[in-house]
């Protein structure tokens, strides 16, 4: 069983930088990828980035060019770092991880299996 732990959220004025950590309690061989989800109040939860074991990433369309997702293996910490934050970007932000699915157009994304219990992130206009 992989535990994840969020961290890192906190509250910024519109235009500055958070950087969100999730620690993993072990790497196995269940986990091929990871990612960054958020949900704002009254919304659905969606996806903000997703990184796989190589480093490949993908992110929403939303947090392109703001938004950047890494990974340290030898921590088991997934990153997300944000800049350039808006305030319709306050949510609670949950990391997840699972396995790698590649479809027949050679796209691929996340299963997950894995989840966090989240951190708020809440930007002020």
């Known amino acids: 069983q992989v535990q994840l732990v969020e961290s890192g959220g906190g509250s910024v004025q519109a235009g500055g930088s958070l950087r969100l950590s999730c620690a993993a309690s072990a790497y196995t061989a269940s986990i091929h990828c990871m990612g960054w989800f958020r949900q704002a109040p009254g919304k659905a939860r969606e996806g903000v980035a997703a990184?796989?074991?190589?480093?490949?990433?993908t992110y929403a369309d939303s947090v392109k060019g703001r938004f950047t997702v890494s990974q340290d293996n030898a921590k088991n910490t997934l990153y997300l770092q944000m800049n350039s934050l808006k305030p319709e970007d306050t949510a609670v932000y949950y990391c997840a991880a699972g396995v790698k699915i590649i479809e027949s157009t050679g796209s691929w994304y996340c299963g997950y299996t894995y989840w966090g219990q989240g951190t708020q992130a809440t930007v002020s206009s």
């Open positions: 990184i796989d074991s190589v480093g490949s990433t």
